[in-house]
């Protein structure tokens, strides 16, 4: 069985990852330092894969420790690359912290990869290193626009650091996988979204209102050019983001890779305002979403969504979910977390 490290495991794509992972086969050791994530969510993996995953709590910007993982685990034979700080908000706030975690830990990994010989990495990337692009659906060949936060450059940057470094080592392949906006659960209910603190994300923000958590939702700006006003995403069921991983691990292994860093938009191909979003969610709960109309939020990419041809085609790629399915599980999953039945 080929082993994979996960890194960010216990994340919210990186737990979604592991299950579909094992669910195809692959044998999976996770490491995740718990700053971000609980361990907890291991649990909830076990439930639906039947087995124990194990989780190394290291921080990957110390160097020795990351090494020491791959000195126990000599037969690795990919890594996915997820662990990293993501709040676009504090990203801007505090950007060094930013620079030091997702850039540190990311040359460590490759750093042990190239000197353990694992051939394989798949970076988990973000349809931010876009910006505010000129047309849309956006391809992969789509030029970048300054990033519109530390968080986005990071991901620039991180994606350069991977392309020039597997670049140097002929023995290594890299797939850049550049996510739109994730959403939803697993449709068990045992994994989901686990925000810290109060959801800087649209759809964790529309749940929390609908159970209560929060006492109203603000739409941030409703005077965009677009066919509401508000911003437009390409929203993809996190399950689907998930299978593209380890379809992306079944192309590098099997050596279709066209290039030896290839990169894929993950996205549905769709585009939803804010305000068809929460429409959708009030269809799927049969309730009235608390929401008043506000401010723009600074930062916010006008619209934004993807041309998923390349996936579809090379990956065999084909997302499952639509916008209802996202809501409906995302739902569930709030409701599960609070233990409400109806
Ligand atoms: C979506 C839309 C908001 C909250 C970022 C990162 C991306 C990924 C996901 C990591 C925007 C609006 C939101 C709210 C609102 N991060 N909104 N009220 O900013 O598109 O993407 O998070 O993987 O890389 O860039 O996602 O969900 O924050 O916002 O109106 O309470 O919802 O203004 O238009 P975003 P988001």
Redesign the pocket.
Known sequence: MKKILVTGGCGY?GSHTIVDLVQNGYEVISVDNNSRSSINILNGVEKIIGKKVKNYTVDLCNFDDTFAIFQENEDITGIIHFAAY???GESVENPLMYFDNNLNSLINILRCAEEFHVPHVVF?S???VYGNPDEIPVTENTAFKPA??P??ST?QMGEDIVKQTINSYPDMNAILLR?????GAHPSGFIGEIPLGR????????TQTAIGKLPQ?????TDYPTKDG????DYIHVSDIAHAHTLALDYLIEGRNETSCDVFNLGTGNGYT?LE?IRMFEKVSGQALN?VL?D??P???IA?YANNDKAKTLLHWDPQYDLEAMMQTAWDWEKKQNSITN
Do not use: W
């Open positions: 794509i993501k709040a676009v988990s973000s349809c931010t519109e936060s968080y986005g991901k996510y739109f906006n994730p959403v959801p800087a994300n649209l759809v964790p923000g529309i939702m603000q739409v941030y700006g508000s911003c437009l995403r804010v979003v929401y506000a723009r939020r930062g916010d990419v934004i």
